[in-house]
């Protein structure tokens, strides 16, 4: 089993920034991709960034050059850096892990994540 709590949302005007975090309470079996997904109202669950755990990263289209994915404390700590936030952006923000062998593209798709966090809200305004 896996626990994921994330915090850091909150709402914040267009052009802000904020940083989610994700703490990593137990681990049970080795992770091999950890991943940050949003869900907008409406709109179905889709990948924001993901990255392994060897520290490869990949990112949607919709993010890459605004948002950063990183962690620290050898893995308690997901974090995901969004600057030059957009009304778009507006959603739930979870944070996820699989045990599974994948590419940082598939790792982007809700379906290949077995864990996950409760999320937290993320309200960008114009």
């Known amino acids: 089993q896996v626990l994921l709590v994330e915090s850091g949302g909150g709402s914040v005007q267009s052009g802000g920034s904020l940083k989610l975090s994700c703490a990593v309470y137990r681990v049970d079996y080795p992770i091999n991709y950890w991943g940050w997904f949003r869900q907008a109202p409406g709109k179905e669950r889709e990948g924001v960034a993901s990255?392994?755990?060897?520290?490869?990263?990949g990112y949607a289209d919709s993010v890459k050059g605004r948002f950063t994915v990183s962690q620290d404390n050898a893995w308690s700590t997901l974090h995901l850096q969004m600057n030059s936030l957009k009304p778009e952006d507006t959603a739930v923000y979870y944070c996820?892990?699989?045990?599974?062998?994948?590419?940082?593209?598939?790792?982007?798709?809700?379906?290949?994540?077995?864990?996950w966090g409760q999320g937290t809200q993320v309200t960008v305004s114009s």
């Open positions: 990255i392994s755990s060897g520290g490869s990263t």
């Open positions: 996820a892990a699989t045990r599974r062998g994948l590419t940082a593209l598939q790792a982007l798709s809700p379906s290949q994540m077995d864990y």
